[in-house]
């Protein structure tokens, strides 16, 4: 007998093989053939020697570098999303443990009284009251025989939100540093602003120290000094408005990293940065590269795998149980072999009615298939519009910026021309400030156009998915 049932036993484990539900295919999405590009994008050669690493080290500024370096290491949001990671893989193992059988020790020393008025076995036989000592030392062992790949459906589906986390993990990680690198970027932007600003102000108190003094010697009104200190007094007053903003973009910084706002601080720096160039590659790299189209991408893994852990409702379900051991009332004769107990056996259960749970059980993993289906379509096409944005911007951003120098060369020629018609009496001082102002704003917008530039630089290179070790080269020039 027990042979036949061990027989029965291996003939259902061995149609364990089937599983419910759909495999899993990634669906297909449209992609284009490749960007489209103008210029001054051109496709390059990459060198050997190009630096190699995380991508923040191509801006080549060591205080950047020191930054990101600590925001990796004391970020709560980081060390949060790890701990997700840890959760994931936890219970992906605790899942995965039901392919195997379960065994376990039964022990048990108790010594109970049995009621004499308990319900009768049958009406001849009366119940005593007894009182006697339970000794119990067994061996059981369970197997649930994934007949309908239920199990194997929900392993499928675990693992796949394991390695939804740790594409989650990577993404954390790429919108921190880029987030990190945006704060950075806008406030050395703000520090080359004030630089403007500080020479703007030592321009205009000099000229009003000239005006002051034409004025005294009766050369000119008191208009001319008015105007000139209305002017300084103004930019004065910007001053203040950019020290608000660097304030802010700094306090970004220090919690971006782990450090209380009160305890940082950033000395100004000012400085030309180039974007370092970008390769775009072909489009389908972006499925490849971006940690959210990845995340998402999973995420279907897994809402694909319910559909099967839901089918496998409608089939049996088969488990297997034994158990060996002793069983005495005497602690002297547990082990004798009339103590010896054991069991071996195997259960069904075989739904035929329900209400309709089942099936609605499957509907809601199918429709939730159908959610992250559509939506990895749209975080692919939002890649691919980040991505294009990125390359456009900064072509216009490189044509703006070049423009920008040459409008602050001539806001330059304009003011030493007015400078000297003025000294010479041809002019009013009306051109003089209306020179001044004009150069101060070239100047500005030139400095934003800069930080325009390196933000976009920061942009593309998050649309991208990061860093682009051994990828084709195409960058700005």
């Known amino acids: 007998m027990v042979v036949h049932r061990l027989s029965a036993c291996l003939a259902a484990a061995l149609l364990s093989a089937c599983a419910a539900g759909p495999d899993y295919k990634r ?10 590009l103008e210029a001054p994008w051109r496709v390059g050669t990459p060198s050997d020697g190009a630096p190699k690493g995380p991508w923040w080290q191509r801006f080549n500024d060591a205080r950047l570098n020191a930054l990101e370096e600590q925001a990796l290491a004391g970020s709560p949001t980081l060390v949060a999303a790890n701990a997700r990671l840890a959760q994931a893989r936890a219970t992906m193992d605790a899942v995965g443990a039901a392919r195997y059988p379960q065994v376990g020790v039964t022990g048990r020393d108790a010594r109970a009284r049995i009621s004499a008025n308990r319900p009768l076995t049958n009406n001849i036989a009366p119940n005593f009251t007894t009182t006697q000592n339970d000794y119990i030392l067994a061996i059981s062992a369970s197997y649930e025989v994934d007949l309908a790949g239920r199990v194997q459906r929900s392993v499928e589906g675990v693992r796949a939100s ?6 989650d993990l990577e993404n954390v990680r790429l ?46 009104s008191g208009l001319d000094v008015a105007q000139q200190q209305a002017l300084l007094d103004s930019t004065l007053t910007q001053v203040d408005v950019l020290a608000r903003q660097r304030g802010q973009f700094e306090h ?5 990293t782990g450090t209380p706002a009160p305890l940082f601080s950033l000395e100004p720096d000012v400085k030309f940065l180039a974007p370092p160039d970008v390769p775009v590659g ?12 990845a995340s998402a991408e999973r995420a279907m893994a897994a809402a694909n795998a319910q559909i099967g852990v839901a089918s496998a409702a409608f089939y049996p379900s088969i488990s297997l149980g034994g158990l060996y051991g002793n069983e005495s009332r005497t602690l002297g004769t547990l082990f004798s072999t009339p103590s010896i107990i054991w069991s071996l056996g195997a259960s069904l259960l075989q739904p035929i009615f329900d209400g309709g749970r089942i099936r609605a059980g499957k509907d809601f993993a199918q429709a939730g298939y159908d959610v992250q289906v559509a939506n990895y379509r749209r975080i692919v096409l939002t890649a691919m519009q980040e991505v294009e944005d990125g390359i456009t911007g900064l072509a216009a951003l490189e044509r703006a910026y070049n423009q920008s120098q040459l409008a602050v060369a001539s806001s330059r020629r304009v003011l030493d021309i007015a400078n000297t018609r003025y000294e010479g009496g041809v002019a009013t001082y009306l051109d003089v400030i209306t020179a001044q102002q004009s150069l101060l704003s070239s100047e500005r917008l030139s400095a934003q156009l800069l930080g325009q530039r390196l933000l976009t630089s920061v942009f593309l290179v998050k649309a991208l998915g990061g860093d682009w070790d051994g990828a084709p080269k195409v960058g700005a020039k």
């Open 27 to 36: 669906p297909g999405v449209d992609m284009p053939v490749a960007w489209k």
């Open 282 to 293: 072909v489009p389908s790299d972006v499925l490849e590269r971006r940690p959210d189209v």
């Open 162 to 167: 394991a390695e939804q986390s740790a594409a």
């Open 175 to 220: 919108v921190l540093t880029a987030d990190l690198a945006t704060a950075y970027f806008n406030l050395r932007a703000v520090d080359i602003e004030l630089d403007v600003l500080s020479r703007s102000i030592a321009l205009q108190r000099r000229a009003l120290e000239l005006a002051a003094a034409r004025h005294d010697l009766g050369a000119t």
């Open 252 to 256: 970004a910084i220090a919690t971006l």
